[in-house]
C-alpha cells in the first residue's frame, strides 16, 4: 500500500477527528456560555434544542444533496459555514449586539450544517478504504475509534478551554476545529484532473441543470427529481430488512441512552451523595474503555464472526449499567461495570459500519445514511423528557430496572429474528466502488445489483449511531 493509496483514509479520519471534536467542545461551550451571558436555564434549553432539531432534520432531507452534488464538495462547504457561525456568535457578542433570537439562528445554522457534514465525512470513509486497500470492517473500526476519542477528549478540552479562558475563547476554538477539518478535507483530498475528487468519495458531479456529467464533462441526462431520489432510499430499507431492524433496534438504544446520560446518570449520582464528579469519572471510564474496544476491533474485526460478538457487546454495554446504579454499591464497582460497557461498545459501531457499508451502493449512501441517522436520532430528544416523568410518578430504582429490562429484551431477544443470521453473510455484490456506483441516479436500465431500475437503487442508514 503506497502513501498516495492511503491519503484519501487518513484525510478522511483526519477531517472526522477535528470536526467531531469541534462539536463535542460545542456541547460543552454553548450551553456554558448562555448560561453565563443569560443567567437562564429555559434559555440555554432552547439553544440545546436550536441546534439539535436542525441537526436531525437537515440531515434527513439532505441526503440526496450529498449524493448528486459529492460528499467531499458537501464537507468542506458545510465545515466553512459552521465555522463561520460560531465566529458570529464571538465576534457578535464582543460586540454587544448579539440578541438570544440571532443567536437562536445562528446556533440552528450550525446544527444544520453540521448535519450533511457529518454524513458527508461517514459515506467517504468506505470509498477511502476500497482505494487504500483496507477491509471494511477495519476502515469501520478507525472511524470508530476517532468518533469515540472525539467524545472523550472533545468534552474534557471542552471543559477545559472553558474553566482556563472562558467560553468566548472556547467559542473560537470551535471554530478552528471546523475550519480545519474543512481545510484537511480540501488539501489530503484534492481535486483530480478532469473531475472532482467527490468522483473517489460518490457519484461524480453534476452540471447547473441538474443532471450527471459524462465522460468528457458534457452534460448528459438529467437525472430524477429530488423526492424520488428521496423515496429511493425508504424503498431500499423497506426491501433490506436486517437494515431497517438494526435502525429500529439503534433508535430504541439510543432513546434509552439519551434518558440515562441526561437523566438517570445525574439523579443517580445526586441520591447517592456520589456527587456530580462521579458522573465524569463514569463517563471516562466508559469512554476510555470503549476507545481500547474500538481499537481491537479495527485490528481483529475482519476476522471475527459478526453476530455474536455483535450481541456480546450490547449485552455487556446496555442493561448492566442500569442495573449497577439501582443497587448500593460502592463507586469503585459503578466505575468497573461501565468500563466493561464501554469496551463491549467499542465493537458495536465498526461492526454497524461494516455491515452498511457492504449492503447499500455507493449512489445511495448520502440519502440512506441520511435516512438511517434520523430514524436512529428521533429519540434522543424525548429521552430525558420520558425519563423524567418516569422517575418522578415510580422513583429512581423502579425506572432504572425497566430501562435495563428494555434494553435487554430490544438488544438481545430480538436478535432471535431471522433477518440477523444475514449479518455473517456478505452480499453477493458489494457495492463499494466509485465505479459501481457512476451512473445509477442518471440513467435507465437495472441496476448492478439486481434490486431494480437504476433509479431506484437502495440506501445505507446509518449503522453506526450505537452509542452508550
Known sequence: MTERSRRPLAGVLAAMAVSLTGTRISAVALPW?????????????????????????????????????GPRTVSSVTDVLSAVAVTAVGLLHLMDVLSFWLLLLLV??????????????????????????????RAAGLAGVTERLASTVGPAAGGAVVALLGAQTALFAIACCFAAGSAVIVLLLPARRGGSADRAAG??????????????????????????????GFRFLRGDPLLLTVIVMVGVTNLLDAAFATLL?????????????????????????????????????????????????????????FLI???????????????????????LNPILGALNFERVPGELRGRVNALGDSLA???????????????????????????????????NLTGLRPEWREMNRKPPQ??????????????????????????????TGDLTSARP
Open 377 to 411: 436520532w428521533a429519540g434522543i430528544p424525548f429521552g430525558g423528557l420520558l425519563a423524567g416523568a418516569a422517575v418522578a410518578s415510580f422513583g429512581l430504582a423502579p425506572v432504572l430496572l425497566a430501562g435495563a429490562a428494555a434494553y435487554f429484551l430490544t438488544t
Open 33 to 69: 456560555f448562555v448560561l453565563v451571558t443569560t443567567g437562564s436555564t429555559a434559555r440555554t434549553g432552547l439553544v440545546a434544542l436550536a441546534e439539535l432539531a436542525p441537526y436531525v432534520l437537515v440531515k434527513a432531507f439532505t441526503g440526496p444533496l450529498v449524493d448528486r452534488t
Open 430 to 459: 458489494p457495492r463499494s466502488t466509485v465505479e459501481e456506483a457512476a451512473d445509477a441516479d442518471a440513467g435507465a436500465g437495472t441496476a448492478p445489483d439486481g434490486r431494480g431500475p437504476a433509479a431506484e437503487p437502495g440506501p
Open 265 to 321: 446518570l445525574p439523579v443517580w449520582a445526586r441520591e447517592s451523595g456520589n456527587g456530580p464528579g462521579a458522573i465524569g469519572l463514569a463517563n471516562s471510564a466508559l469512554g476510555i474503555a470503549a476507545v481500547a474496544g474500538s481499537l481491537v476491533a479495527a485490528a481483529v474485526g475482519h476476522r471475527i464472526r459478526r453476530r455474536p460478538v455483535f450481541f456480546a457487546g450490547f449485552l455487556l454495554a446496555g442493561a448492566p449499567r
Open 325 to 347: 446504579l439501582a443497587v448500593d454499591v460502592p463507586l469503585w464497582a459503578v466505575l468497573g461495570v461501565f468500563a466493561l460497557g464501554g469496551f463491549g461498545a467499542g465493537f
Open 108 to 137: 440552528a445554522l450550525v446544527g444544520a450544517a453540521r448535519g450533511p457534514g457529518d454524513l458527508s465525512k461517514e459515506i467517504m470513509v468506505p470509498v477511502a478504504a476500497d482505494r487504500a486497500g483496507v477491509p471494511l470492517e
Open 203 to 232: 457519484p461524480g458531479p453534476t452540471d447547473e441543470a441538474g443532471g450527471a456529467e459524462g465522460a468528457g464533462g458534457e452534460p448528459a441526462t438529467p437525472g430524477p427529481g429530488y423526492w424520488h431520489r428521496l423515496g429511493a
